[in-house]
T-cell receptor
Framework: DVKVTQSSRYLVKRTGEKVFLECVQDMDHENMFWYRQDPGLGLRLIYFSYDVKMKEKGDIPEGYSVSREKKERFSLILESASTNQTSMYLC????????????FGPGTRLTVT | GEDVEQSLFLSVREGDSSVINCTYTDSSSTYLYWYKQEPGAGLQLLTYIFSNMDMKQDQRLTVLLNKKDKHLSLRIADTQTGDSAIYFCAEILGSNQFYFGTGTSLTVIP
């Protein structure tokens, strides 16, 4: 069964802290994605990676960075968390062939106080 | 592909049909998708349609694609309370550029 896991379901951090969100997929997918989801705005792409050590900026990369050292793992880093980064963060993965559908993790609800 | 539009809310009575609409922007999208998100969960793929198709049916789900108007719809027949969720349409450009709509929150009234 296809699986994407995220390290935490809920996280509370203070302003200025460095935050790591981890995502792991077990499907040998080339592509991995980080989105944030906010009410009324849908999903907005932060970063994606199409291969190990490769990354591309999405629509809202400011304040975030990513790391992909292994194919199965894609990390999202908030260098200095701010209250406007309070959101639901969703990780996804996909193949580069076929029907390209994305498989999502359960999400991490991050609150920055 | 950046402005995929959906209505935010839809309410239907249990047993009725639900129709969720989506307008996408890029005629070169190869596939279009419908995802379902239940409360507190990630997105789950419901169905997809290849861009050269007009219609796809999968049990209670019917997807209609009007390429001329860039309009996609999802019809759920005999809607049940378990269908209450947020539904996202999405289009893809190339092999990894996904664009999601804002999501439609479907409420099924018993």
């Amino acid at each position: 069964d296809v699986k994407v896991t995220q390290s935490s379901r809920y996280l509370v951090k203070r302003t200025g802290e460095k935050v790591f969100l981890e995502c792991v997929q077990d499907m040998d997918h080339e592509n991995m994605f980080w989105y944030r989801q906010d009410p009324g705005l849908g999903l907005r792409l932060i970063y994606f990676s199409y291969d190990v050590k490769m990354k591309e900026k999405g629509d809202i990369p400011e304040g975030y960075s990513v790391s992909r050292e292994k194919k199965e793992r894609f990390s999202l880093i908030l260098e200095s968390a701010s209250t406007n980064q309070t959101s639901m963060y969703l990780c996804a993965s996909s193949l580069s062939v076929g029907t390209y559908e994305q498989y999502f993790g359960p999400g991490t609800r991050l609150t920055v106080t | 592909g950046e402005d995929v539009e959906q209505s935010l809310f839809l309410s239907v009575r249990e047993g009725d049909s639900s129709v969720i609409n989506c307008t996408y922007t890029d005629s070169s999208s190869t596939y279009l998708y419908w995802y379902k998100q239940e409360p507190g969960a990630g997105l789950q793929l419901l169905t997809y349609i290849f861009s050269n198709m007009d219609m796809k049916q999968d049990q209670r789900l019917t997807v209609l694609l009007n390429k001329k108007d860039k309009h996609l719809s999802l019809r759920i027949a005999d809607t049940q309370t378990g269908d209450s969720a947020i539904y996202f349409c999405a289009e893809i450009l190339g092999s990894n550029q996904f664009y999601f709509g804002t999501g439609t929150s479907l409420t099924v009234i018993p």
